[in-house]
């Protein structure tokens, strides 16, 4: 079998600033974010996809999107059972906490 990654952007906006950062950034401000989320696995010889675009679409929605979309990163909850998230203003940070959300999930609808 032939193994693909397929990729897909998803766009947010969200607030957040700086604490303890003395310029523009230490206050309040926000973002146009473009989140990349790629899903790695092997092709489905009937169907030609590993996965329906629509349900990675849907999952990560749920899962991220619907989560930070026009939200203030600094005081953001997070779900039961999932990673907290406490943003400093620093992608590296962000990254771990998509991977946390994301990283675990057991996506149904792999084709």
Same mark, same amino acid.
């Given at each position: ?17 700086? &604490?303890?950062?003395? *310029? ?13 989320? #790629?899903?790695? #696995? ?10 329906? $675009?629509?349900?990675? /679409? ?5 899962? !991220? ?14 779900? &039961? #059972?999932?990673?907290?998230?406490? $943003?400093? *203003?620093?992608? &590296? @940070? @962000? /990254?771990?906490? +998509?991977?946390? +959300?994301? *990283?675990?999930?057991? !996506?149904? #609808?792999?084709?």
């Amino acid at each position: 079998m032939t193994t693909m990654m397929v990729v897909k952007q998803f766009k947010f906006e969200a607030a957040h600033f700086l &604490p303890g950062y003395n *310029g523009k950034c230490g206050s309040v401000h926000g973002h146009s974010y473009l989140l990349e989320v #790629g899903v790695k #696995g092997e092709v489905n010889d009937e169907t030609g996809m590993v996965m329906d $675009f629509s349900r990675l /679409k849907e999952v990560v929605s749920q899962e !991220i999107i619907d989560v930070l979309d026009h939200s203030f990163l600094n005081v953001l909850k997070s779900k &039961p #059972g999932k990673q907290e998230l406490t $943003f400093h *203003g620093k992608c &590296p @940070q @962000q /990254k771990t906490w +998509y991977y946390g +959300y994301l *990283g675990g999930c057991r !996506i149904s #609808g792999m084709v």
